[in-house]
T-cell receptor, first 113, second 112 residues
């Protein structure tokens, strides 16, 4: 049981390049989330999904797109990377129901030059 | 929407001392309050949580207290150890909501 995994762990992009971050969970969780973490800003929600085929915007969605084609995977895309998107990205998942514990992945450190 | 304030942003203690981190929330309908610990280079992990029908919960050296009237909850760590050094996040959410609201985090440093 690997929990929540993220690929890649590190990435350096040039301004204008595109990339996709992959999040996978093997806990059969319904809900999945993408956060970014910047110094002094805590965790800010980018997008989330409440089930396969669904996505919704969070607090800071601009410049990002997401897809949830399979229940276990949640993809975060940057179509045209900007230096302001330099951050550490965390994926999280949680099961449906009363318990609201989120399980986080190890993070992806992205630098945009 | 919900707003969670967390204090202090940095806390420095000597090994063996106690540490207290406080959070306040704004939505009286919030009923679930988890605390996460984030070690350097890792993702946050749940360490303890409390629901609104309970005033206090303990797990070995850590405890969480909740005051619904004042809308604040606190994390207490006793007999701190260097491995307690990490960033701690509080969060609040209401039943039926998909999205918890996080505090901005507290960097706890335990000096040997």
């Amino acid at each position: 049981n690997a929990g929540v995994t993220q690929t890649p762990k590190f990435r350096v992009l040039k301004t204008g390049q595109s990339m996709t971050l992959l999040c996978a969970q093997d806990m059969n969780h319904e809900y999945m989330y993408w956060y970014r973490q910047d110094p002094g800003m805590g965790l800010r929600l980018i997008h989330y999904s409440v089930g396969e085929g669904t996505t919704a915007k969070g607090e800071v969605p601009d410049g990002y797109n997401v897809s949830r084609l399979k229940k276990q995977n949640f993809l975060l895309g940057l179509e045209s990377a900007a230096p302001s998107q330099t951050s550490v990205y965390f994926c999280a998942s949680r099961r449906e129901g009363r318990t609201d514990t989120q399980y986080f992945g190890p993070g992806t450190r992205l630098t945009v030059l | 929407g919900e707003n969670v304030e967390q204090h202090p942003s940095t806390l420095s203690v000597q090994e063996g001392d106690s540490a207290v981190i406080k959070c306040t929330y704004s939505d009286s309908a919030s009923n679930y309050f988890p605390w996460y610990k984030q070690e350097l280079g890792k993702g946050p992990q749940l360490i303890i949580d409390i629901r609104s029908n309970v005033g206090e919960k303990k797990d070995q050296r850590i405890a969480v207290t909740l005051n619904k009237t004042a809308k604040h909850f606190s994390l207490h760590i006793t007999e701190t150890q260097p491995e307690d050094s990490a960033v701690y996040f509080c969060a609040a959410s209401r039943g039926g909501s998909y999205i918890p609201t996080f505090g901005r985090g507290t960097s706890l440093i335990v000096h040997p």
